[in-house]
């Protein structure tokens, strides 16, 4: 969980003149528990993240940031109830085809 959290603040603080480093996450593997429990800066850095994934996957291309925060407490809402989830597992339920 710190690599997690460290590494999220390590992405959200480069810049355009930061070393040629990279750091990768995979996304799909961020489960609720650590979702709910990273700092509010973490956890906006990330819903911004899913949120355009999301976003691309259902072919919006608008940004409206009342809906964004209404789905981010709504993520958040569902990572109470559970914990062991993915977080993307969550959003990809949110979409399947019904």
Do not use: H
Not at 20 to 33: P, S
Not at 53 to 82: D, H, M, P, R
Request: proline residues 4%; charged residues 15%; contains cysteine.
């Amino acid at each position: 969980m710190k690599k997690l959290v460290t590494a999220l603040a390590l992405v959200g603080s480069l810049g355009a003149g930061a070393a040629q480093a990279q750091v990768m996450i995979d996304m799909r593997m961020i489960t609720c528990a650590e979702f709910t429990a990273m700092p509010p800066a973490d956890a906006a850095l990330t819903s911004a993240w899913l949120s355009g994934w999301f976003n691309q996957k259902i072919g919006s291309t608008t940004v409206n940031l009342e809906g964004f925060a209404k789905n981010v407490e709504s993520v958040t809402k569902w990572c109470g109830s559970y914990p062991k989830e993915t977080v993307m597992s969550g959003l990809q339920r949110a979409i399947a085809p019904k």
